[in-house]
């Protein structure tokens, strides 16, 4: 805590480090100084709101493969208090040879591993680059929902109207003080526009650390 009872924002720093060797520990990338593994190039933080005590934080983390030498994480810290997003943050990686002593390229082992485990395919890549209004052909349902609420976000559906109306759907999505509703035409499947509004206040939250 610092002078005026809120959590030091070097905290966050720390929080960011713990969620990254969690991320990379449950994709089996082992760190031990030895062969390639990525080294930290630079780390930048942004404060959005205080933290006080009591709290429990979750962080978001998404991994985007910028060249074979380099990739960039993007973290998002979310007080479950007050359900904002109060710090985000960046950090540049370098794969690094550590037998040479020197940066190098990912061998094709590393890339191929990076690539299923953190990266993701070149497709999905690209659809996160693309402006959050875009609706997925095939939604995998529920993944987006699940992965919001995780953030301490809120997902809501209500039946709207009556009558020839009884099958829309309003969806109210909210997360980090960002809040995000949309109405299914007749006969949309309600599990589907929830994954597409959770989708998008995802994409919407995380652009901000693009």
């Not at 690094?96 to 070149?122: C, H, I, K, N, V």
């Amino acid at each position: 805590m610092d002078a005026m009872g809120h959590v030091n924002h070097t905290l966050f720093l720390a929080y960011f480090e713990q969620a990254r060797a969690e991320i990379w520990s449950a994709n089996g990338l082992v760190l031990h100084g030895k062969g390639e593994a990525p080294i930290l190039k630079s780390l930048t933080a942004e404060f959005k709101a205080p933290l006080t005590f009591p709290d429990v934080v979750t962080i978001g983390v998404r991994t985007v493969e910028l060249s074979q030498r380099e990739y960039d994480q993007f973290y998002a810290c979310v007080s479950h208090a007050s359900g904002r997003v109060v710090a985000t943050g960046t950090a540049r990686f370098v794969n690094f040879d550590y037998d040479a002593g020197r940066p190098s390229e990912m061998s094709s082992e590393m890339s191929d591993s990076m690539r299923r485990t953190l990266f993701g395919s070149r497709a999905r890549q690209e659809e996160q680059k693309e402006p959050a209004t875009r609706e997925m052909s095939r939604p995998v349902k529920g993944a987006a929902k699940e992965k919001l609420v995780a953030l301490g976000g809120t997902v809501m559906t209500e039946r709207v109207g009556g009558g020839t109306d009884e099958g829309i759907f309003r969806c109210v999505a909210e997360l980090g003080g960002q809040r995000l509703s949309a109405t299914s035409a007749a006969g949309d499947d309600e599990a589907a526009l929830e994954h597409r509004v959770a989708k998008q206040l995802l994409d919407s939250v995380f652009a901000e650390l693009s």
